[in-house]
């Protein structure tokens, strides 16, 4: 039976995941990812697809964050007629999601079209807009956990919990369409265990081609109780002088919701007082909206912070920000307010402007909860840069950086190889993805020596007989 997979993204690199997997009768994607970071980023976005998107069968979605399923409006709206299988709390994410997606897009390529417009050049087509990230709901095919679908005769696919954010999948896929099963193996992005809310990545034991992400495969994240104290101090030492603020990039997904819980935490154990949260983020908000109204994939810990917190209400003042005119009065507070807002790299939303406003002043500080790609000015401002372009001025980066990994939704070195280690044997092909170039080579050394296996890191549009 022929298989093969090529990578389109993620490959030796972190962003724009979507592997294409043909079988002897179908041919189907895993993820479906924006690539972000700068201009390179932009000119793989808009490129068209390696392949006729009205040849694909069926997508397979990990999970609800950009970089896995931003490029999902795009594909429809060049001709995927196909479903998109998912968990259900995947799909009500991506219908907030791709959307607010859209809307930026849209908002960006008027803002570029103008700059062209003044040089006589032709304006900029956004990838899609709003109304057609909308599109996409109704390709949705939304399941439970551990419920098999078949999206096409001979091909079982299997959604177990990852662990990384609110829906997010390990998929396996059990393909005999045209001979011997054979079982391939997705990892997704893959959790951090010990994490708040979700509970720690399920156990996979069996693969004939497992796919395993390595974005933080080369080091070990620091423990989570050494990163909450890390987190209190960048917290108490800059809102105990009164005039600076914190400020916190956020993902909408799992970021936003993981540094809630650490400061109501934090609060009910008394460690912060008296503090102001303004979430500044509209998709943000919504999505907390939606994690909060899956509460069954709770852990017991996030269940019982919850009450908690429904019965102290005012022990932490929580302000949610929609309108843009109540985010441009943030701008006018200048010390003792917590400000968390998109996008969580810096490279996009609202948190640009408070980086404008609060990054060049000694009495702020700058928390960096999530990874950072290469080439956007969070990872900018995490490798020690000096000044950094927001908004095409050059901004001074005077303020107090502080790099929190252990609060990342990625699993770290130990991560991975706990949970590679749980197959029952090496898996017939094992390919390394979803990394920086060294990372993943890294990461596969890693996998070669302490377990013996034979990994392979693929590239770009290279396919891989499995």
């Not at 919701?257 to 503090?275: F, S």
Request: charged letters at 25%.
């Amino acid at each position: 039976m022929t298989v093969d997979l090529t990578f389109f993204g993620a490959a030796r690199e972190v962003t724009g995941s979507c592997i294409m997997v043909r079988t002897g009768k179908s041919r189907f994607l895993v993820d479906c990812g924006m690539f972000q970071g700068g201009t390179e980023g932009d000119r793989k976005n808009a490129r068209k697809f390696p392949v006729d998107p009205s040849t694909i069968d069926f997508v397979l979605c990990t999970h609800a964050h950009i970089d896995h399923s931003g490029l999902l409006p795009k594909l429809v709206k060049d001709g995927f007629r196909g479903g998109i299988h998912c968990t259900d709390a995947t799909a009500d994410l991506l219908k907030i999601m791709l959307p607010d997606s859209g809307y930026i897009q849209e908002r960006d390529s008027e803002w570029k079209s103008r700059k062209r417009q003044r040089k006589g050049k032709k304006v900029v087509v956004p990838l899609y807009t709003e109304a057609e990230a909308q599109v996409v709901a109704g390709h949705l095919r939304p399941v439970p956990y551990g419920t098999q679908v078949e999206p096409r005769p001979g091909i079982t696919v299997n959604f177990l919990n990852s662990g990384h954010i609110l829906g997010s999948s390990i998929i396996t896929v059990d393909v005999a369409d045209s001979g011997p099963s054979r079982r391939l193996v997705f990892s997704g992005d893959f959790g951090h265990r010990g994490l708040p809310i979700l509970h720690d990545p399920e156990q996979v034991n069996r693969a004939d081609v497992l796919v395993i992400e390595s974005t933080y495969g080369n080091r070990v994240h620091k423990g989570i109780m050494e990163s909450i104290d890390e987190f209190t101090h960048a917290i108490n030492d800059t809102l105990i002088r009164k005039e600076g603020n914190v400020i916190i990039p956020v993902f909408a997904v799992g970021r936003t919701q993981d540094v809630l819980y650490a400061l109501i935490d934090l609060t009910r154990k008394g460690r912060l007082k008296g503090i102001t949260v303004y979430l500044d983020s509209p998709l943000a908000i919504e999505a907390s909206r939606i994690v909060l109204r899956n509460d069954q994939y709770f852990n017991e810990e996030a269940k019982d912070l919850l009450e908690w917190r429904r019965a102290n209400p005012d022990a932490l003042k929580i302000v949610l920000v929609n309108e843009a005119s109540e985010s441009m009065k943030l701008n006018n507070i200048k010390g003792g307010a917590i400000i968390m807002a998109g996008s969580g790299m810096c490279n996009a939303g609202r948190i640009k402007h408070h980086l404008k406003h609060n990054l060049w002043r000694k009495e702020c500080s700058i928390i960096i909860v999530g990874f950072q790609a290469q080439g956007t000015p969070g990872r900018k401002i995490v490798d020690g840069a000096k000044w950094v372009k927001v908004f095409g001025e050059d901004v001074m980066v005077a303020a107090d950086v502080y790099t929190i990994g252990g609060l990342s939704a990625h699993g770290d070195r130990e991560d991975l190889l706990k949970w590679a280690a749980s197959f029952h044997k090496e898996p017939g092909k094992v390919l390394v993805n979803h990394g920086e170039e060294s990372v993943s080579l890294e990461f596969a050394e890693t996998l070669r020596s302490r377990l013996g296996w034979n990994p392979q890191v693929p590239y770009p549009e290279d396919p891989i007989p499995v």
